[in-house]
Nanobody, 122 residues
Framework: QVQLVESGGGLVQPGDSLKLSCAAS????????VGWFRQAPGQEREFVAA???????NYADAVKGRCAISRDNAKNTVYLQMNNLKPEDTAVYYC????????????????WGQGTQVTVSS
């Protein structure tokens, strides 16, 4: 059981950077993989990045080279650093947890946050 709250979204211009935060609580957090997903209007939810409990990281092709996921277990927080943002990155970003997950897009993510809006526009 993990509870998740996202923050850090906002309105930025193309080329800007954002650092999203996912604050977690719950006894099983340290054994859970945490993933970031996004959903644009009229689109399906899309995998962005994930990190396993052991530190394995995976990224979607659309964000490779521009994003970095990190985990601070002392603060029970997972971060998503996003650089060189593009208009197509505009979406609501969600974090999710998977107990004993491997940090992949198709892990069983059972706990979800409420989302934070990222808008990239000039």
């Amino acid at each position: 059981q993990v509870q998740l709250v996202e923050s850090g979204g906002g309105l930025v211009q193309p080329g800007d950077s954002l650092k999203l935060s996912c604050a977690a609580s719950g006894r099983t957090y340290s054994s859970s993989a945490v993933g970031w997903f996004r959903q644009a209007p009229g689109q399906e939810r899309e995998f962005v990045a994930a990190v396993s409990w052991s530190g394995v990281r995976n990224y979607a092709d659309a964000v490779k080279g521009r994003c970095a996921i990190s985990r601070d277990n002392a603060k029970n927080t997972v971060y998503l650093q996003m650089n060189n943002l593009k208009p197509e990155d505009t979406a609501v970003y969600y974090c999710a947890a998977s107990l004993y997950g491997s940090g992949r897009w198709n892990d069983e993510y059972k706990s979800w946050g409420q989302g934070t809006q990222v808008t990239v526009s000039s």
